[in-house]
């Protein structure tokens, strides 16, 4: 099996379970911030995200994201040669990961295209139909996410060859989904019978849980992105520490001493995960003060977008682009100039050349998510309903979208038995 190595082997797997974890997480992240009646169809828009991105990374998008484009195509989108998996085995990876077996690397990188079309429906809960949905991710998987993939990540891909750094997604996953979600909440408009532009969290207990599972799993995210149990992963797994550390900290004392006068537990958890999204990019690359600055200044950066988002009219649901997109920016721009071959010898150190190319990755990042997103949700409009009609918003979409309920108040809503006696099913 040529230079595969057990220890990075090992590494990388335990590390794509982390990150298999991340998705369930989100749904509880997710799950606890909507109201109670649209808790259960908040949870289901992450999880189909594991069964329809999952079968489809083996399919077909593993191959369009990694293997060598025809020609000079290489440049922006992968070919067919690892459709089905074909040629993806237990041999060494080589130009992707040359110490642990192609399909460890394919299976680490299928857990990053799971979860980020999840982090776009946060933007449109509590109104988007199901089907909608899994025909936007289905499409999206392919057309948007694979060939950014392609662009950062591949040997050849135009962002890699001219030296754009993405430790572990901040433009691959986090800008990426950010522009979908922003767009996704312009074209689906805003929840009917809102009262103010935000609701309160049904179930903040969940959220904090979500939160916990996020960051627990975020270790894997990027510490397992240096594909080799080494000092890179010890640096990436520190950095994963100390920066959503210092975000948290400093939203919980913004709220404590600038805004409310009280440090809220839904603040904290926020705050941390723009921490995790802000140092995703620079997590490899930075040293762990470094990471703890670029923190605290996400976390500060996405509590002030929290607060803005109300005033430009987009129902961002939860507020996706406010942490995910402003974080991930300031995160893959500071990697520009934070970079240090101390940390990691292979990229290059900060500098001003290194922080317009960075520049240009988010920007193409942007335009293209954005563009095709726009394009996506408006074809699927003409083919069917994207959003639920106004009574089943009104009424809850868990019982309209999967009949079902998270809290039963009754046994005789529950269909199960009272006093020994069957009780029927609603």
Not at 25 to 49: D, E, P, Q
Not at 60 to 70: E, Q, R, V
Not at 207 to 227: E, M, Y
Request: glycine share 14%; hydrophobic share 55%.
């Amino acid at each position: 099996m040529n230079n595969v190595n057990s220890g990075d082997t090992a590494f990388v797997l335990i590390s794509a379970g982390l990150v298999l974890l991340m998705t369930p997480g989100l749904a509880f992240f997710y799950g606890g911030l909507v109201r109670s009646k649209n808790v259960v169809h908040t949870m289901i828009l992450s999880l189909v995200c594991m069964a329809v991105v999952g079968v489809l990374w083996l399919v077909a998008g593993y191959s369009l994201a990694f293997s060598p484009g025809p020609g000079a195509l290489d440049g922006v989108l992968g070919g067919l040669s690892f459709v089905g998996l074909r040629g993806v085995g237990a041999e060494a990876a080589k130009d992707l990961a040359p110490t642990i077996p192609h399909l460890a690397f394919m299976l680490f990188q299928a857990m990053f295209a799971v979860i980020t079309p999840a982090l776009i429906s946060g933007a449109v809960v509590e109104r988007i139909r199901v089907k909608a949905f899994v025909a936007f991710v289905a499409l999206w998987s392919l057309l948007v996410y694979a060939p950014v993939a392609h662009w950062v990540w591949a040997p050849g891909g135009w962002l890699h060859t001219r030296g754009v750094l993405d430790f572990a997604g901040g433009t691959v996953v986090h800008i990426n989904a950010a522009a979908a979600a922003v767009v996704g909440a312009l074209v689906l408009g805003k929840r009917r019978g809102l009262r103010q532009p935000t609701v309160l969290p049904h179930n903040i207990p969940f959220a904090i849980l979500g939160a916990g599972l996020l960051w627990f799993g975020w270790l894997g995210f990027n510490g397992g992105s240096a594909l080799a149990a080494g000092g890179l992963a010890a640096y990436a797994f520190a950095n994963t520490f100390f920066a959503p550390a210092a975000a948290a900290g400093a939203w919980g004392l913004l709220e404590l001493f600038l805004f409310h006068g009280k440090m809220s537990g839904v603040g904290l958890a926020s705050g941390a995960v723009a921490g995790l999204v802000a140092v995703t990019p620079a997590a490899g690359f930075v040293t762990p003060l470094s990471a703890t600055v670029l923190g605290a200044m996400a976390g500060v950066a996405s509590l002030l977008a929290v607060r803005y988002r109300p005033r430009l009219g987009i129902d961002d649901s939860l507020d996706v682009f406010a942490v995910h997109g402003v974080a991930a920016t300031l995160g893959a721009l500071l990697t520009g100039l934070l970079a240090s071959k101390v940390v990691n010898p292979d990229a290059a150190d900060g500098s001003f050349r290194l922080f317009l190319w960075q520049g240009v990755g988010v920007l193409a990042t942007f335009a293209w998510s954005g563009g095709l997103s726009f394009l996506i949700f408006k074809g699927l409009g003409l083919v069917m309903r994207l959003r639920a009609d106004e009574q089943d918003e009104w009424s809850g979409m868990d019982m309209s979208e999967s009949g079902e309920r998270a809290y039963v108040t009754s046994d005789i809503e529950s269909g199960g038995e009272r006093n020994g006696h069957a009780v029927a099913s609603m």
